[in-house]
């Protein structure tokens, strides 16, 4: 088991098997030492999180929708890694996307669930750039969808 995973575990987080893309792309690219992982929705084991933040979903669950895209990131990391999470040199950037009602400006704030769990996993190799963006639609309807650029070694 890496030192990430272990870290993860001890906060009771189990990573899940990388989901599959649901139309023609593929969940990452290697390029190089630096991998892009596509956009990654708050879909768990229980069925996620759906509906728009700041109508239907509140802060408190968008940050976790947020914090289920992390995993699933963390997932496709793995993946990437060929299963050696101790492989990640770092996160280079976040993409966030928050379906968001007309008055719901804390974008930011959401995306920070995602955000905290990759510096809870990785220390400072998990501070990245971002990005956070309200939108009108996700895939599926989702709460939340997070991309990646993230270097390995």
């Known amino acids: 088991m890496s030192k990430v995973e272990e870290r ?3 906060i009771g987080v189990e990573l899940p098997q990388p989901v599959a893309p649901v139309a023609n792309y593929v969940t990452f690219v290697r390029t190089g030492n630096l991998v892009h992982i596509s956009g990654q929705i708050s879909l768990d084991a229980d069925g996620g999180i759906k509906g728009t933040v700041g109508v239907d979903v509140d802060l408190e669950t968008a940050q976790k929708a947020a914090r289920i895209c992390g995993i699933n990131l963390l997932a496709q990391m ?3 890694c060929d299963g050696d999470l101790d492989r990640v040199v770092r996160v280079v950037k976040l993409g966030g996307f928050v379906q968001a009602g007309p008055d719901f400006i ?3 704030k959401v995306i ?6 990759m510096v809870e996993a990785l220390g400072d190799k998990g501070r990245h750039a971002r990005s956070a963006v309200g939108v009108y639609k996700l895939p599926l309807g989702f709460a939340v969808e997070v991309d990646a650029v993230v270097e390995i070694a």
């Not at 920070?112 to 769990?117: R, Y």
């Open 8 to 10: 993860l575990k001890a």
């Open 78 to 80: 793995k993946a990437a």
């Open 106 to 108: 804390d974008i930011p």
């Open 112 to 117: 920070n669930g995602c955000s905290d769990l």
